[in-house]
């Protein structure tokens, strides 16, 4: 006889039918084995580990077991699988390539679109206020015009300060060359100008790396 008990880790369901991934924590288990769940009884249909569908898991081993029957409903991360069977084992056998379902989660993280802000997958509103579920692509693409013309503008604004500070400056240096006496250097509008004028242009570039990114999520 063989006593059998399952920790389950995580589920994934498809149709009727549920992926449980977890570890065998008693005797090994086979293709068939039919294990107490709290809503019913469930049978063993699969069995994947190391990324091989295999006929029998042993014991001590993590793996995740396809499961039908009534109980499959009732199962979730926590639940313990339990039983006892009669049947013997058969002799192991790797029945092909095996493909891990319960564990497809963890989802990837979540950029959004709009400010560029990684959130974790399960977010449903970004700390901008891009809400993941409704995902207006254009709203955002006309936000990110909105950004940039603004961001143009205070480039050049930048350009035009620092323009104006060093023209001034040149002025004044030039008119003490002929006349003598001492001249201003206008360095606040210079370096303010220059300031402005590369955040812009760096904003502007990380605005268009925005829209790239989500471009090419999309494709
Ligand atoms: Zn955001």
């Given at each position: 006889?063989?006593?059998l008990?399952?920790?389950?880790?995580?589920v994934?369901?498809?149709?009727?039918?549920?992926?449980?991934?977890g570890?065998?924590c008693?005797?090994?288990?086979?293709?068939?084995?039919?294990?107490r769940?709290p809503?019913?009884?469930?049978?063993?249909e699969a069995i994947?580990?190391?990324?091989?569908?295999?006929?029998v898991l042993?014991r001590?081993?993590?793996?995740?077991?396809e499961?039908?029957?009534?109980?499959v409903?009732?199962?979730?991360?926590?639940?313990?699988?339990v039983?006892?069977?009669q049947?013997d084992?058969?002799?192991?056998?790797?029945?092909?390539?095996?493909q891990?379902?319960?564990?497809?989660?963890?989802?990837?993280?979540?950029?959004?679109?709009?400010?560029g802000?990684?959130?974790?997958?399960?977010?449903v509103r970004c700390?901008?206020?891009f809400?993941f579920?409704v995902?207006d692509?254009?709203?955002v693409?006309?936000?990110?015009?909105?950004?940039?013309?603004?961001?143009?503008?205070?480039?050049?604004?930048?350009?035009l300060?620092?323009?104006?500070g060093a023209g001034?400056?040149?002025l004044?240096y030039?008119?003490?060359?002929?006349?003598?006496?001492?001249y201003?250097v206008?360095?606040?509008?210079?370096?303010?100008?220059?300031?402005?004028?590369?955040?812009?242009?760096?904003?502007?570039?990380?605005?268009?790396?925005?829209?790239?990114?989500?471009?090419?999520?999309k494709?």
């Amino acid at each position: 006889m063989r006593t059998l008990r399952f920790q389950v880790a995580s589920v994934h369901r498809e149709g009727t039918r549920l992926f449980a991934g977890g570890r065998n924590c008693s005797d090994d288990l086979t293709l068939g084995d039919v294990v107490r769940a709290p809503g019913g009884d469930v049978r063993v249909e699969a069995i994947v580990t190391y990324r091989k569908s295999l006929n029998v898991l042993d014991r001590g081993l993590t793996g995740e077991l396809e499961l039908s029957g009534e109980g499959v409903g009732s199962i979730e991360p926590g639940t313990e699988l339990v039983g006892s069977v009669q049947t013997d084992l058969p002799k192991l056998e790797i029945l092909g390539e095996g493909q891990l379902r319960s564990q497809e989660k963890p989802r990837e993280m979540r950029d959004c679109p709009r400010c560029g802000l990684v959130s974790p997958a399960r977010s449903v509103r970004c700390q901008c206020g891009f809400q993941f579920e409704v995902d207006d692509r254009a709203a955002v693409a006309r936000e990110h015009g909105r950004w940039t013309r603004s961001a143009r503008v205070h480039m050049f604004g930048g350009i035009l300060l620092a323009a104006v500070g060093a023209g001034v400056t040149a002025l004044g240096y030039l008119t003490t060359a002929e006349h003598g006496g001492g001249y201003v250097v206008w360095y606040g509008a210079i370096v303010v100008g220059t300031v402005l004028a590369i955040r812009s242009y760096w904003r502007i570039r990380a605005i268009k790396s925005l829209g790239r990114d989500s471009e090419a999520k999309k494709g």
